[in-house]
């Protein structure tokens, strides 16, 4: 080897900054973040003009400040209780049930939906070991029992652990309140997709639920 | 359709939180970060506890506030001048040309290289719009006039643009220094892989590059 690479004592903590160890440590402890990630996010970020980059995380630390879950349905929001739960224009006859907040979002930008949501956290996966008692689904039974709705809309993901979550809720509601109409979101075509790439099961719904 | 499925007049940005707009807006300001990245990111930082992730975000902001390029070799620093380049002991007669500074980090970790750094902060890419002007080629050769360095390792990434990139430097270096020593790092095998799935530039380099 040549005379620059060689055994030597400067260790690499004494040249890596502090800052962007905390910075990128702290990253990997939101869930799904990894090295990678991280590291995507802080020199990324590091790209941008000192200003332009702290008004973005100071817009961050404002959120992560402000939000929090709505006492009623559980929806990311800023207020103790939701705009849509405090809205008595909406009706609490319907509860949309979703994994999560920004499964609701998606619908209400939609601005099409009038009844109330019941945010999840989540879905049952019993390998990753979330079981039902780590949901709000307490909650949602109480709210069934307060409110009594006519029907209650399950929009859980279209997958294995959204069916599975959304199969364990509709047996619960119908063992506790079986006059309580329980929907499940509708199988079929995404809008652009190609119907021979389609999977078989979406492709026999978009048959079946032909109308 | 039913009575709870029509149009109303609530519009979606009334219902939606205005900080994690804004959040979700500056986010989607940092290179590579478009709507899914930023929803990733806010969505799953949001699940973790308020003190916690209230932590983490101030870590990014001390970070976003400390951090800076070295006024030498434009490493990410949180002096004005970095470790490496204020070390008597790191050796300014090589000097290492990497892309970014994780680059520079990554083979610092190694805790063998001697030398110094200069980061470009990026590579030529034409279909970007991203041209050697745009880059610190131009403070890289006022480094090797002023260090008369023996060896410029040129260590951009082994991709389509880091050769381009060290192509276009090596051709500099040699008609303006054409003393200096000029090295690219070696490609062939990276541990791990399978020679049956290892493209073949990199097994004909494994090949050639043997000893």
Same mark, same amino acid.
């Given at each position: 080897m040549e005379d620059f690479w060689e055994d030597w004592d400067l260790a690499f903590e004494d040249v890596f900054p502090k800052s962007? !160890? /905390? &910075?990128?440590? =702290? +990253?990997k402890e939101i869930p799904t973040y990894g090295e990678r990630g991280a590291s995507r996010f802080m020199y990324n970020l590091l790209k941008l003009e000192? #200003?332009?980059?702290k008004e973005i995380i100071e817009k961050v630390l404002e959120a992560v400040e402000v939000l929090r879950p709505c006492r009623e349905c559980f929806l990311i929001t800023d207020r103790e209780v939701c705009p849509i739960?405090? $809205?008595e224009k909406r009706s609490k006859k319907f509860i949309c049930v979703v994994e999560e907040s920004q499964d609701a979002y998606a619908i /209400? !930008?939609?601005e099409r939906y009038k009844g109330v949501y019941h945010v999840l956290q989540g879905h049952i996966a019993p390998l990753e070991g979330i079981s039902a008692e780590d949901l709000t689904i307490d909650a949602l039974m109480e709210r +069934?029992? !307060?409110?009594q709705p006519k029907e209650v809309?399950? &929009?859980?993901?279209?997958n294995v652990e959204g069916e599975a979550t959304a199969n364990y809720i509709a =047996?619960? +509601?119908r063992r506790k309140f079986p006059a309580v109409k329980i929907t499940r979101t509708a199988y079929g075509f995404q809008f =652009?997709?190609? +119907? #021979?790439?389609? $999977?078989e099961y979406s492709l026999e719904k978009s048959m079946e639920n032909r109308k």
């Amino acid at each position: 080897m040549e005379d620059f690479w060689e055994d030597w004592d400067l260790a690499f903590e004494d040249v890596f900054p502090k800052s962007l !160890k /905390e &910075a990128l440590e =702290g +990253i990997k402890e939101i869930p799904t973040y990894g090295e990678r990630g991280a590291s995507r996010f802080m020199y990324n970020l590091l790209k941008l003009e000192k #200003e332009k980059r702290k008004e973005i995380i100071e817009k961050v630390l404002e959120a992560v400040e402000v939000l929090r879950p709505c006492r009623e349905c559980f929806l990311i929001t800023d207020r103790e209780v939701c705009p849509i739960c405090s $809205d008595e224009k909406r009706s609490k006859k319907f509860i949309c049930v979703v994994e999560e907040s920004q499964d609701a979002y998606a619908i /209400e !930008k939609l601005e099409r939906y009038k009844g109330v949501y019941h945010v999840l956290q989540g879905h049952i996966a019993p390998l990753e070991g979330i079981s039902a008692e780590d949901l709000t689904i307490d909650a949602l039974m109480e709210r +069934i029992k !307060k409110y009594q709705p006519k029907e209650v809309i399950l &929009a859980t993901n279209p997958n294995v652990e959204g069916e599975a979550t959304a199969n364990y809720i509709a =047996g619960l +509601i119908r063992r506790k309140f079986p006059a309580v109409k329980i929907t499940r979101t509708a199988y079929g075509f995404q809008f =652009g997709s190609l +119907i #021979e790439f389609v $999977d078989e099961y979406s492709l026999e719904k978009s048959m079946e639920n032909r109308k």
